[in-house]
């Protein structure tokens, strides 16, 4: 698995791609986030390209990804964001961490495992899980079947799709709700 490391601090945001995705993403989006991260609030970012064949371990693949970024720093908080099947990632197996205290899933596939994804829900005890989908993603519809919890935000953006399309800079800017007070 390819990871880009961005030095900080003790703390880090881990970002998972979508599904067999790079590690500079679209217009480099994730360098943008991972600069302005680091520069904003300090924090270290690893940027995990999620591989094509995720699905044949995906447990494995997101513990890799927290096994690398645990081996660089010694971070005592971590925040996980997500985008498509990244953020199946993040949803289904932050609970594995007790360091992992926010999460952003990005346009998650809810309906694919949707067991595993209920679980991860309800198994996360971090301070906040934020699961964001755009109006026009095919998962919007599925966002209401997720089990209400107090640690659990979800929000839909009106006009946005799968890949944000015409929408960068609000993709870019969406990792600031890991950064408010909850």
């Given at each position: 698995?390819?990871?880009?490391?961005?030095?900080?601090?003790?703390?880090?945001?881990?970002?998972?791609?979508?599904?067999?995705?790079?590690?500079?993403?679209?217009?480099?989006?994730?360098?943008?986030?991972?600069?302005?991260?680091?520069?904003?609030?300090?924090?270290?970012?690893?940027?995990?390209?999620?591989?094509?064949?995720?699905?044949?371990?995906?447990?494995?693949?997101?513990?890799?990804?927290?096994?690398?970024?645990?081996?660089?720093?010694?971070?005592?908080?971590?925040?996980?964001?997500?985008?498509s099947a990244?953020?199946?990632?993040?949803?289904?197996y932050s609970?594995?961490?007790?360091?992992?205290?926010?999460?952003?899933?990005?346009?998650?596939?809810?309906?694919?495992?949707?067991?595993?994804?209920?679980?991860?829900?309800?198994?996360?005890?971090?301070?906040?899980?934020?699961?964001?989908?755009?109006?026009?993603?095919?998962?919007?519809?599925?966002?209401?079947?997720?089990?209400?919890?107090e640690n659990?935000?979800?929000?839909?953006?009106?006009?946005?799709?799968?890949?944000?399309?015409?929408?960068?800079?609000?993709?870019?800017?969406?990792?600031?709700?890991?950064?408010?007070?909850?």
């Amino acid at each position: 698995m390819e990871i880009d490391f961005y030095q900080g601090g003790e703390n880090c945001l881990i970002i998972f791609t979508g599904l067999n995705g790079n590690t500079k993403g679209y217009g480099d989006k994730y360098v943008k986030i991972a600069e302005a991260v680091t520069k904003d609030t300090g924090f270290s970012v690893f940027v995990a390209a999620v591989p094509k064949n995720c699905w044949d371990s995906p447990q494995e693949v997101f513990s890799n990804a927290l096994d690398y970024a645990l081996l660089k720093i010694k971070a005592e908080n971590i925040y996980i964001m997500g985008s498509s099947a990244g953020a199946n990632l993040a949803i289904c197996y932050s609970h594995l961490y007790p360091q992992i205290k926010k999460v952003l899933a990005i346009n998650p596939v809810l309906n694919l495992n949707y067991h595993r994804t209920k679980e991860g829900v309800l198994k996360f005890n971090g301070e906040k899980m934020f699961v964001i989908t755009g109006e026009l993603d095919p998962s919007a519809v599925w966002l209401n079947s997720l089990p209400a919890k107090e640690n659990l935000s979800t929000e839909v953006l009106q006009g946005i799709d799968h890949v944000f399309t015409d929408n960068l800079e609000k993709f870019i800017s969406l990792p600031q709700v890991l950064f408010k007070p909850n």
